[in-house]
């Protein structure tokens, strides 16, 4: 498989791109690609019930930057065309980091590049995108991190989680 180089300009979330801030998806950099497709997920391996995932979308065109503020439904076309999956907050397109007050987790963001488009309906879940990936030929990944502070006892946003 080949190696992508994936960027994002930070190794610590901006607030702007998790749950205390917009939720807004960051600016991707994509490069070595040579197919026409990419296929994006963002999950958070230190989540306290396991693997949470953040962000699934596909058929994505391949380019060398996924631009800030990707909307959040389920079939889009603008900034760029995709298909968007259910994230583990039940709703499609990207959900910020969002993690229970404590040690910073780590978030990854992983890129595959397909020869072909995916034939999976808007709203899919992680396991039918992973099994369309096996056609992958390309893949990279960054990871950054998110931490929030503890809160005090009973203000409002202690304990959310992922």
Not at 14 to 30: L, N
Request: hydrophobic letters at 30%.
């Amino acid at each position: 498989m080949k190696d992508l180089t994936i960027e994002v300009d930070f190794d610590q979330f901006p607030t702007r791109f998790t749950c205390d801030g917009d939720g807004i998806s960051p600016r991707i950099r994509v490069s070595g690609s040579d197919t026409p497709y990419l296929a994006i997920i963002m999950d958070d391996p230190d989540a306290s019930k396991g693997t949470f995932t953040h962000w699934l979308a596909w058929n994505v065109p391949s380019t060398g930057e996924i631009p800030e503020g990707v909307p959040p439904e389920p079939r889009i076309s603008h900034p760029l065309s995709a298909v968007q999956g259910m994230n583990d907050y039940r709703r499609t397109g990207y959900g910020g980091p969002c993690p229970s007050p404590g040690k910073p987790h780590r978030y990854f963001i992983r890129i595959w590049g397909l020869e072909e488009k995916i034939d999976l309906q808007p709203g899919a879940e992680r396991e039918e995108l992973e099994g369309a990936l096996a056609a992958a030929t390309e893949y990279g990944e960054t990871m950054a991190t998110y931490g929030r502070k503890a809160a005090p006892e009973g203000a409002p946003g202690a304990g959310h989680r992922a």
